[in-house]
């Protein structure tokens, strides 16, 4: 896998997209749009195809907290 040319994702513009994606893989192209998802790593990577401009990442259980609370 080489090196990222992603400049800039806003996940604050597809918040409410990645709410569909609760528990799973999501692709996000460099247009901050999602290109593909899947249950495993792999299956999202296969489905966002040969593009070089992809981060991948995991959409935590909405649910949670992702810092300690005090």
Not at 16 to 42: C, D, H, P, Q
Not at 49 to 63: A, H, Q, W
Request: overall charge positive.
């Amino acid at each position: 896998m080489k090196k990222s040319t992603i400049q800039k994702i806003d996940l604050g513009l597809l918040q409410k997209e990645l709410r569909k994606f609760e528990n799973m893989w999501v692709a996000i192209s460099g247009e901050n749009k999602i290109i593909g998802s899947g249950s495993t790593y792999a299956e999202t990577i296969s489905k966002a195809g040969s593009r070089e401009d992809v981060m991948l990442l995991r959409v935590p259980s909405l649910d949670a907290s992702l810092a300690p609370s005090a």
